[in-house]
């Protein structure tokens, strides 16, 4: 079983920066594809950022590209999204995800999920 347990959101202006943090439970977590998904009210759970395993490859969702940044910490066990430039529309309950058989991590195929952190943006 793996915990993921995030942190770091809160309540921003536009342009501003936040840094989410994502610690996991598990022996394993350095075999682990990760990722960030966020969910905004009213619409449905939204890709962000994957990393994969050793954190070679990134992966973002065209709105965020730029603008976020995901890395990882084996040996802290956690994951990160640094989010600058942020917009209202970034506006989300943010979610991290771990998938401990593929190599890049999808909704579709995560394994185990945080139980979120709120970001807001005003305007």
């Known amino acids: 079983q793996v915990q993921l347990v995030e942190s770091g959101g809160g309540s921003v202006q536009a342009g501003g920066s936040l840094r989410l943090s994502c610690a996991a439970s598990?022996?394993?977590?350095?075999?682990?594809?990760m990722g960030w998904f966020r969910q905004a009210p009213g619409k449905e759970r939204e890709f962000v950022a994957a990393?994969?395993?050793?954190?070679?490859?990134?992966y973002y969702a065209d709105s965020v590209k730029g603008r976020f940044t995901i890395s990882r910490d084996n040996a802290k066990n956690s994951v990160y999204l640094q989010m600058n430039s942020l917009r209202p529309e970034d506006t989300a309950v943010y979610y991290c995800?771990?998938?401990?058989?593929?190599?890049?991590?999808?909704?579709?195929?995560?394994?185990?999920w945080g139980q979120g952190t709120q970001v807001t943006v005003s305007s």
């Open positions: 995800a771990a998938d401990t058989a593929s190599r890049r991590i999808r909704a579709s195929t995560a394994d185990y």
């Open positions: 598990g022996r394993t977590f350095s075999s682990y594809a």
């Open positions: 990393i994969t395993w050793s954190g070679a490859n990134t």
